[in-house]
């Protein structure tokens, strides 16, 4: 995998996986539509997504998350997405990063892993050892959501599927 850091090597580079115990195709009819990624990654208070519908390649979005009782816009786009299988997003801001999520299917369910690469120049390189831990966290505590909200059941999802369509 390239790296979007300004020097050509990462600065930040983490990983966290997951097994969630449901079908490939499940995990990623959530994980790879925009419209629930406010279910289950934390601080996301809105994703608006161009055009609308599932991840495929060239899709494009704004991210708008809220941490610290401030707020943050970021703009992704979809370089690389393979069907129920991966998904690799690209954004600039606040500094470059490469996010990755794969899925892949076992007799017990789904491993999902996130993955994200990159870095900045500067105060935020210097940043890079506390943003690794922080990300980290955060991504192992977006794929125990995930988890749990595939794991729930039936009425969790038709609870979601309401509220999801009253947010786009």
Not at 48 to 71: A, D, E, I, N, Q
Not at 110 to 139: D, E, K, V
Request: hydrophobic letters at 40%; charged letters at 25%; one cysteine or more.
């Amino acid at each position: 995998m390239t790296s979007v850091a300004a020097a050509g090597v990462p600065t930040i580079d983490v990983e966290a996986a997951l097994t969630i115990r449901k079908p490939r195709r499940d995990v990623a009819a959530v994980m790879f539509n925009p419209r629930y990624d406010t279910a289950w990654i934390g601080g996301l208070v809105a994703v608006h997504p161009v055009p609308p519908g599932p991840l495929r390649h060239g899709t494009r979005m704004k991210r708008v998350s809220r941490y610290l009782g401030c707020r943050f816009a970021r703009r992704l786009e979809v370089v690389h997405h393979v069907p129920e299988r991966a998904a690799e997003l690209t954004t600039q801001k606040p500094f470059p990063l490469r996010w990755r999520y794969e899925l892949e299917g076992i007799p017990e369910g789904t491993i999902t892993r996130i993955r994200a690469q990159g870095g900045g120049t500067g105060l935020l390189r210097l940043a890079s050892p506390m943003l690794s831990i922080w990300l980290r966290r955060g991504m192992q505590r977006d794929l125990l959501r995930l988890k749990r909200l595939l794991e729930a059941g039936a009425g969790t999802m038709l609870a979601l599927r309401a509220r999801t369509a009253q947010d786009i």
